[in-house]
C-alpha cells in the first residue's frame, strides 16, 4: 500500500484532492501524509516556517516517500498584476513572496521530489499551477509568471523523470471559490474546490488537466487574440476591484 503526500498543507485544493484520491482508490492508498506550516494541519512542519525557501531541501531530504506514492505540490502565493492606474503602488512584497514560493520554490519542491520517487523505483505527482499561466496576462502578471515559471522547469524534467517511473500532472484550475478568493467576484466559469478534485482523479495522468476543461480552447485563443486578452483582463480587474 502507498500514501499520498500532500506538501502545501493549507491548500483546500490540496486537501480535497488527496482526499478524493484516497477515498476513490483505497487499495492503493493507505493514508494521507501532510506538509506544511502549522501543527494542527501537518504531520510535518517546515523547520523554518517563516522562511521556508532556506529550509525546503534539508526538509524534504529528511522525509520518506515509498514506490508508487502520490505526492501532490499545492504551494502558491497570490499576487495581483498591473492594474489599473497602479504601478507607482505596486505592492512589492507581495510580488517577491508570489516569485518565490509559487516560482522558485515550488519549483525546487517539484525536483526534489522527483529525485526521490526516482531512487525508491517512480510515484507519482500532481502540481497544481493555474490557468494564469499561459496566456500571462497582466491583471495577474507576477502570479502568471511565476506559475510559468514553475511549469517549464517541470517540462524540462518530465521526459527524463518518465524514464524513471515518474508520472507529472500540472493542474491548471481557473477561479475557484476558496477561503483565499471569498473577497473577490467570481469570474467566467469559476469552479468549486470539489470539482477541481474529482476532475484530478478522473484525468491524472494526463500531462496538464484543466478545470473546467473549457480553459484548454481559451488559452488557446487567448494566446492568439489580443482584444480578447484585453477583455480578459478587464474581467480580472473587475473581479480584484468589486
Known amino acids: 500500500m502507498s500514501q499520498v503526500v500532500l506538501i502545501g498543507s493549507a491548500s483546500e485544493l490540496g486537501n480535497a484532492t488527496a482526499l478524493e484520491f484516497i477515498n476513490k482508490h483505497p487499495e492503493k492508498y493507505q493514508s494521507l501524509f501532510r506538509v506544511g506550516r502549522s501543527k494542527i494541519s501537518s504531520e510535518y512542519v517546515w523547520t523554518n516556517p517563516d522562511d521556508v525557501s532556506k529550509c525546503i531541501i534539508s526538509d524534504l531530504g529528511s522525509l520518506t516517500f515509498g514506490k508508487n506514492d502520490m505526492v501532490i505540490v499545492a504551494l502558491g502565493y497570490l499576487s495581483e498584476g498591473l492594474l489599473e492606474n497602479n504601478f507607482n503602488s505596486l505592492k512589492l512584497d507581495e510580488i517577491y513572496q508570489s516569485i518565490e514560493i509559487t516560482g522558485m520554490v515550488s519549483s525546487l519542491v517539484v525536483i526534489k521530489v522527483i529525485e526521490m520517487l526516482e531512487l525508491v523505483g517512480g510515484g507519482d505527482l500532481v502540481v497544481f499551477s493555474s490557468v494564469a499561466a499561459q496566456p500571462i496576462l497582466k491583471a495577474n502578471l507576477f502570479y502568471g509568471a511565476s506559475k510559468n515559471f514553475l511549469e517549464n522547469i517541470i517540462e524540462g524534467l518530465r521526459k527524463d523523470a518518465k524514464k524513471k517511473n515518474v508520472r507529472i500532472s500540472i493542474v491548471r ?38 478545470v473546467p476543461h473549457i480553459f484548454r480552447l481559451i488559452g488557446f485563443i487567448l494566446s492568439r487574440s489580443r482584444l480578447l486578452r484585453l477583455i480578459a483582463n478587464r474581467k480580472i480587474i473587475r473581479s480584484y476591484t468589486r
Not at 176 to 190: G, I
Not at 196 to 209: D, G, H, L, N
Request: proline share 5%.
Open 173 to 210: 484550475p481557473g477561479f475557484v471559490e476558496t477561503k483565499l478568493n471569498k473577497d473577490r467576484a467570481k469570474t467566467s466559469f469559476s469552479t468549486t474546490v470539489d470539482k477541481v478534485a474529482t476532475a484530478v482523479v478522473q484525468k491524472f495522468p494526463q500531462k496538464i488537466i484543466y
